[in-house]
């Protein structure tokens, strides 16, 4: 019997169609609602997965043929590793097929920020014109702090140095790095306190769990901006609203969350200096055809040449 394959929340068009054409597979997705991914469970031998699928203990007793899960990204946070270990069901990620399209998004919430472009054009469409309104900084010998100096943080760093800022990063794992203008902070305060513009870039751990909390962010100086396009979960949102409600910092960009999707009735979406976006950091064309094509040759090599690539463990 050939394993069945469960494309879960989406692929690009051509690389779905590459994995339909592997005669070992029986295919379902390339997007399914929840329902139907339920009634495929019982079924399905490996996953393929993006951010709106959690791999939990109970999709685990539901997928008892279940042998692997492909991670079509880099984080990991939406999959219970030490459950699938203790199932001995392997995972895999797609390292490095996200990278630039997530720190070009950090770029652009950065700019929207700065420039109020998001506000400014729904100003515009409204009838208005603003201009006053809507005067905003440069990045031109603006001090930044990265905090993660992995693959995203370094491409972030690269992708704004022709804005000629001065770079600080921390990184407990990373002692110095290649970019000339580039130095390594002390300490997590350091960058909070010195910084006007602050990237984060770490992955969702235990130990980056809320680690951005009031501690840090009363840190920040009054004009200074924060950036999130890394994952949610690694600020305290409860602080972070009251750190832009009371105005004390310029503004933030974030497009990952606690919670996704944002709830409705979130006050994150009442703030006026806080632009959002719906976890868009992977959302690019590119950055598709790269995971796709990456899922695809994984779910080949492990299926058809017992050869696991990627491999994640707990």
């Known amino acids: 019997m050939k394993p069945l394959i469960v494309v879960c929340d989406g692929m690009d068009k051509e690389e779905y169609n590459r994995l339909l054409g592997v005669s070992q597979f029986e295919v379902r ?3 399914l609602s929840q329902e139907e991914i339920t009634q495929l469970l019982p079924n399905a031998a490996g996953l393929i997965i993006r951010s709106a699928t959690n791999i939990t203990v109970e999709t685990l007793e539901k997928a008892q043929k279940l042998k692997y899960v492909i991670r079509a990204g880099e984080g990991t946070d939406n999959i219970d590793l030490k459950a699938c270990q203790t199932k001995g069901v392997k995972v895999s990620n797609t390292p490095g ?8 998004h950090a770029v652009a919430l950065l700019m929207t920020v700065l420039r109020h472009t998001a506000a400014a054009d729904k100003s515009m469409k409204e009838g208005k ?23 995203i943080g370094q491409i972030f760093a690269k992708r704004i140095g022709g804005f000629e800022p001065e770079i600080l990063f921390y990184d407990p794992f990373i002692e110095k790095t290649d970019l000339i203008y580039a130095n390594k902070a002390e ?43 890394s994952r949610g979960g690694i600020v305290n949102e409860d602080d972070l609203y009251s750190l832009l409600s009371e105005g ?19 006050k994150l979406s009442s703030l006026s200096n806080l632009v959002l976006t719906p976890h868009l950091g ?7 055809i790269r995971v796709g094509a990456m899922a695809v040759q994984q779910m080949q090599e492990f299926f058809i040449n017992n050869n696991l690539l990627n491999e994640v463990k707990a």
């Open 29 to 31: 997705g390339p997007k």
């Open 97 to 104: 097929a996200n990278n630039n399209s997530a720190a070009e």
């Open 282 to 288: 992977a959302s690019t064309e590119e950055a598709q």
């Open 187 to 229: 300490s997590l305060e350091q960058i909070f306190s010195e910084c006007e513009i602050i990237s984060l870039h770490t992955p969702l751990t235990e130990s980056t769990k809320g680690f951005v909390n009031s501690k840090l962010l009363n840190l920040m100086q009054p004009n200074s901006i924060l950036i999130n396009a």
């Open 129 to 151: 014109w603003e201009k006053s309104k809507y005067t905003g900084v440069e990045l031109l010998n603006k001090k930044v702090g990265v905090v993660g100096f992995g693959r």
């Open 248 to 266: 004390k910092i310029r503004g933030a960009g974030f497009d990952v969350f606690n919670s996704e999707p944002l709830e409705k009735e979130s």
